[in-house]
């Protein structure tokens, strides 16, 4: 099986690549990049005025299977993932039962192989349960095939099984993923501390409950020499404190989330439950904070966190209803426009933040770049396609976003997984 897309303009950040080119997928693989290719193919793709990218890598989403199929599927997730133009998707362990045990990990990695229609790598627990007190037999889940380990919303509040996990992780080469929150300042708030929550009567929580477990776990680093990745970094503080470590040469690398640069607390004043989520929107100098951080090279990754729940879970008060928004199918989009439209990144910069660092931080050998001899995990985006974000539009089955009525401009036209359409704007998912 032979694919040729052709006049497209190639963007590969881990080659220091971009220019128009043509390429040819063969058997899985990509078999050429040229200027001109006129090799017969079975499936020609015309990418003339599209960008052709290594296919996107979202390392923070949640299937939500086994235990919660009502709200995700790892079917389900996936097609939402490839619409959205990803290839590979991390999925976090906070499923029921948690993947703190090999057989968790094969289930979710034989139902991916089964039923899902990208690349799926599952994200092991720190501790038994997540519950942070013992941890994880991590030897046991990287044998497994787990890409990192995380407790994902539950932070590690314990500092010694926090240094153990980062020690321990040090020989199987795998990343702790922190969730950085301080729960004993956190408690039961339910979106940003500030003017806003002051009004709205909604509890609030401070910046400083993510900050305080930055600044710990990056110390913890240090101490270690583990490798800690901060997800879904949302304040000024958050990201001061990971420029300074890098500076240090400390090993920490760092994601955030579309809502995190888009978005304010202010999105809140209307009670809209899918506005809520763990961090929470922040401030406007937060906002910017997030912004530089992305176009210095701060934060090294795009994720979405993606979170489903049902409607019925998300139609309550606001202090009632579950933390978490969808984002596979509205990421791209939100770079494109808030990003790239505005000068803030250039398209090589958003591409190795959705797709080379990622790949390159967690070891994914093969993908995030565009080279002969390389897995054909590819998206062609239309930069310029316009749609409204609906709730039948959308493919997860979940329908959780603040983002729902909004305009948005660019979209994945074709996502290609291991040399297979598995998206395209005309056809939609190919099973």
Not at 286 to 295: N, P, Q, R, T, Y
Not at 297 to 317: L, Q, R, V, Y
Request: glycine content about 8%; proline content about 5%.
């Amino acid at each position: 099986m032979k694919i040729l897309i052709s006049g497209g303009r190639v963007i590969d950040p881990a080659f220091k690549s971009d220019k128009k080119m043509d390429l040819l997928i063969s058997d899985g693989v990509i078999e050429r990049v040229a200027d001109k290719i006129t090799d017969k193919a079975d499936t020609k793709i015309d990418a003339r005025g599209k960008i052709v990218a290594p296919g996107l890598i979202d390392i923070h989403t949640h299937l939500r299977e086994p235990g919660h199929e009502e709200e995700e599927t790892i079917a389900s997730g996936t097609r939402a993932a490839a619409k959205g133009g990803y290839t590979s998707i991390f999925c976090m362990p906070n499923t029921h039962p948690p993947l703190d045990n090999a057989p968790a990990v094969e289930f979710v990695l034989m139902k991916a192989q089964k039923e899902g229609l990208i690349n799926v790598f599952p994200i092991g627990c720190i501790t038994k349960e997540s519950a942070g007190v013992e941890l994880a037999e991590i030897g046991v889940l990287k044998s497994a095939g787990v890409i990192a380990i995380s407790d994902d919303g539950n932070p590690v509040m314990d500092s010694q099984v926090m240094r153990h996990a980062l020690e321990y992780t040090k020989m199987f080469s795998l990343p702790v993923i922190s969730h950085a929150e301080d729960k004993n300042l956190s408690k039961n708030g339910v979106m940003n501390e500030g003017g806003v929550s002051t009004v709205l009567g909604l509890r609030g929580i401070p910046n400083q409950s993510e900050d305080i477990m930055v600044s710990r776990d990056i110390m913890l680093a240090e101490l270690t020499g583990g490798h800690l990745h901060v997800a879904h970094v949302s304040t000024e503080g958050s990201v001061d404190l990971i420029r300074r470590a890098k500076k240090n040469k400390i090993k920490v690398t760092a994601e955030t989330c579309p809502h995190y640069f888009t978005l304010t607390d202010e999105a809140v004043k209307n009670y809209d439950t899918n506005t809520k989520m763990k961090p929470p929107l922040r401030a406007q100098r937060d906002v910017e904070a997030i912004i530089k951080g992305l176009s210095d090279g701060t934060i090294d990754c795009i994720a979405s966190d993606h979170a489903p729940h049902t409607e019925e879970e998300k139609n309550k008060e606001y202090d009632l209803a579950p933390f978490g928004i969808i984002g596979l199918e509205s990421t791209l989009s939100l770079v494109i426009m808030d990003l790239i439209d505005k000068k803030i990144l250039s398209w090589p910069q958003a591409i190795c933040l959705m797709s080379g660092n990622p790949a390159s931080i967690f070891g994914l050998n093969g993908r995030g770049k565009i080279k002969s001899g390389c897995v054909a995990d590819i998206v062609v985006i239309d930069p310029l396609k316009e749609f409204v974000l609906t709730k039948n539009s959308i493919l997860s089955k979940s329908k959780n976003s603040p983002y729902i009525g909004k305009k948005m401009k660019g979209a994945a036209e074709y996502t290609i997984a291991g040399g297979k359409i598995v998206w395209s704007e005309k056809e939609g998912i190919n099973q």
